[in-house]
């Protein structure tokens, strides 16, 4: 018999603390599979955040640090400049990333930081409670934007693919979602290359990946995956925004 | 034995490259950014790394990452980028990773002035960062105790798995005096819970989360203990004429050599002083300091700040004992020649002469 | 035609039910005879025969509960 889907090494096999559905786990066992594929897990460094993953430390099978809130780019930076051969992940929420880490990321893309951010964009701050956060979608309501996200009180979502892209620095830069087979075979597939870039030396990459949070959103693990297609994805459009060279 | 004219700035980083620091990561502030520009020139030839944060918290988190590999590395920062890095000085202090942070005193609060101070006494000894923690504390007094210190520094940070700071004012970063050159350093300790990736052994994990109750007791217990191995092994201070002093002076770094000078003026004019300086700010020598008091009749703080830092941890050593004055001011360093005349006055007071 | 044979870690179901959404064969359900440590009805497959081994379901757990096989 062949075994077509099982526990990736990379993975230690300890049981989740996320909400049944929520899409972290997901992402979790991409990244390990890419590590297993690539048979680089004795190689691989990475850096966790503050948020609702902050524990995956304990679930990479691999080297890991647990950062402070938003600074895992700098740590990451730190780590590979010093260890040039060894592979970097950050992984990051969008409250870690795109508010209290936006200053981090930003310059570590700028720098062409040979490292791959895995951010992980599900709207909000889950670890919190539910508030708002740079990418909630306007009208979406959280526990600090109780009348909805308007743009004239909060400002516009942050697309962060789109505003890394432009740096000179970012190498490869996606965003996929995991709201099904097809889009999670995809969201592989860009890590993996992500991955790839980041041994080729050529630069700063990020995949970003747009997740749920069932819990939050006040929504059934399955109708968060609609909701994720119906409202995130149009405003989140999926897709390559860099790969450098091509 | 070779002897060069250097900066003290420039001593810290030779001293640092001398004791095999890897990584420096900082962001310019006067007056201590000939450190930055000083590693920026020799680290690439070294092979070692050179990166300009784009901040402070930034440039304390790559110190983060840095040490989590095992290597020496360093910042070097004043006052208001010292304030940034607190957040990086707690997680480092509890991920209990070995590095060097120099802080090179400018005067405060907010963006104050770039004069020579020590008005960052407090920040540096109590910790400006959050929880239960202290670093050890280093303040140099001449060029080449900012070479001699920094290495020092490494191999305490090294030896009791800690963030070591060097405290010294704006005026010893830019003092030029002879520094003999020190040997590189070549043996290092081994570091079996460095982050390097996990080939040939099991996964290492760098973390300060500790969610449950009696985990986080069992690290704030573990971290107590380190302290007290520090204080009993790690206090370091000087005495000048103390023994038949009625009049104590005590400073540090730079203010201890000029204090140096008063207490030999004043004897001159036969008044019977004497200085105690601190050497480690944390941790304090309050021994050396609860001793001389049950001897002496007072005791003085010398301080470049206004309200007094220092003067309360002398008044701790002191245990209410003999009274504690105080001679200090900001944006200007007293001369031996005014802090005599002041002492005067308080012998005049205490009814020492 | 391949035949799929699928394992469940039950223990770590959360009864999320992502894996059934997908299931091209549409044949899992929750197993409402039996509960696992966390307190819900762990997934299981209702009719085994009829598992192609296109390891969809194991795609979308985020929970590790799956495996395939194919035979
Ligand atoms: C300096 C600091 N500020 C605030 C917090 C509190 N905090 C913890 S997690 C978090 C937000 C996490 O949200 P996100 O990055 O979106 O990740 P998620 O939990 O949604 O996966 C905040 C604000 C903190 N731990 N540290
Ligand atoms: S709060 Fe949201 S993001 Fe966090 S584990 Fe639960 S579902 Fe996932
Ligand atoms: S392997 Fe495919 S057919 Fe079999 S249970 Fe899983 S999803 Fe259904
Ligand atoms: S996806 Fe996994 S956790 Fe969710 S119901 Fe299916 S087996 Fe259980």
């Not at chain 1, 970012?170 to 992500?194: D, L, S």
């Not at chain 2, 996990?198 to 203990?225: A, D």
């Amino acid at each position: 018999m062949k075994i077509i889907a099982k526990k990736p090494e990379s993975l230690t096999g300890a049981k989740y603390h996320y909400c049944p559905g929520c899409t972290h786990g997901i992402i979790h066992r991409l990244v390990a599979e890419v590590m297993d594929e690539l048979d680089i897990r004795e190689q691989t460094i990475g850096i966790c955040p503050v948020g609702c993953s902050v524990l995956a430390y304990d679930y990479f099978n691999c080297d890991m640090l647990e950062a402070a809130h938003g600074r895992a780019p700098a740590i990451a930076t730190a780590i590979k400049r010093l260890l040039p051969d060894r592979y970097l992940f950050t992984y990051q929420g969008d409250g870690d990333l795109a508010s209290i880490g936006m200053g981090e990321i930003v310059h570590a893309s700028m720098r062409g930081e040979k490292i791959t951010t895995i951010f992980v964009n599900n709207t909000l701050y889950g670890m919190t409670g539910g508030q708002m956060a740079p990418t909630t979608l306007l009208g979406q309501v959280t526990t600090t934007s109780p009348y909805g996200r308007k743009a004239e009180w909060e400002g516009y979502p942050a697309k962060m693919c789109e505003l890394l892209s432009i740096n000179e620095g970012a190498a490869y830069v996606c965003r996929t979602a995991v709201n099904n087979p097809a889009n999670i075979i995809k969201t592989k597939k860009a890590i993996k290359k992500a991955f790839q870039i980041q041994a080729e030396g050529l630069g700063f990459t990020m995949v970003e990946v747009l997740s749920t949070c069932p819990t939050n959103w006040g929504l059934s693990p399955t109708d968060a995956l609609k909701w994720m297609e119906e409202h995130m994805i149009p405003y989140y459009p999926l897709g390559e925004f860099k790969v450098k060279g091509e | 034995m070779q002897r060069v004219l250097m900066k003290g700035n420039e001593a810290i980083a030779e001293g640092a490259i001398r004791a095999g620091c890897k990584g420096f990561f900082g962001y310019p502030i006067t007056p201590s950014s000939e450190i930055a520009e000083y590693m920026a020139r020799k680290m690439p030839a070294l092979g070692g790394v050179f990166v300009q944060a784009e901040s402070e918290l930034a440039a304390i988190n790559m110190v983060y990452g840095g040490a989590a590999t095992g290597s020496r590395v360093m910042t070097a920062s004043s006052g208001p980028g010292i304030s940034l890095k607190q957040e990086g000085i707690s997680f480092l202090a509890e991920g209990e990773l070995p590095c060097l942070i120099v802080d090179i005193c400018r005067g405060g609060p907010g963006l104050g002035g770039i004069q020579p101070s020590q008005a960052d006494y407090f920040q540096a000894t109590r910790g400006g960062g959050h929880g239960d923690y202290h670093i050890i504390v280093l303040a140099p007094s001449s060029a080449q105790e900012m070479m001699d210190f920094t290495m020092l520094g490494f191999e305490l940070a090294d030896k009791h798995r800690s963030p070591v700071m060097i405290m010294a004012e704006g005026t010893l970063g830019n003092l030029i005096e002879p520094v003999v050159l020190r040997d590189a350093v070549t043996e290092f300790v081994d570091k079996p819970w460095a982050i390097t990736g996990c080939r040939g052994r099991q996964p290492n994990i760098v973390n300060t989360l500790h969610m449950p109750v009696e985990l986080l007791q069992t690290r704030n217990q573990h971290l107590t203990k380190k302290y007290e191995a520090i204080r009993s092994e790690e206090i370091r201070s000087e005495e000048f004429m103390t023994e038949d002093a009625d009049l104590i002076l005590v400073a540090y770094g730079i203010m201890a050599r000029i204090a140096r000078k008063a207490v030999i003026n004043a004897r001159q004019l036969g008044l019977k002083t004497g200085l105690i300086r601190p050497i480690t700010l944390w941790p304090y020598p309050y021994e050396t300091l609860g001793r001389a008091a049950r001897h002496c009749k007072a005791m003085v703080s010398v301080e470049i700040s206004t309200v007094g830092q220092m003067i309360e941890d002398i008044r701790l050593a002191a245990e209410g004992k003999v009274p504690v004055h105080y001679i200090g001011e900001i944006g200007r360093t007293p001369n031996p020649e005014e802090i005599t005349q002041q002492l005067l006055a308080i012998a005049e007071r205490e009814g020492l002469r | 035609m391949a035949r799929g044979v699928v394992t469940f870690y039950s223990d770590r179901c959360k009864a999320c039910g992502l894996c059934m959404l997908f299931c091209p064969k549409q044949i899992m359900d929750f197993d409402k005879t039996s509960i696992n440590s966390l307190g819900y009805h762990p997934v299981s497959v209702a009719k085994p025969e009829e598992c192609n081994g296109c390891g969809i379901c194991a795609l979308m757990c985020p929970d590790l509960v799956i495996e395939v096989g194919r035979e």
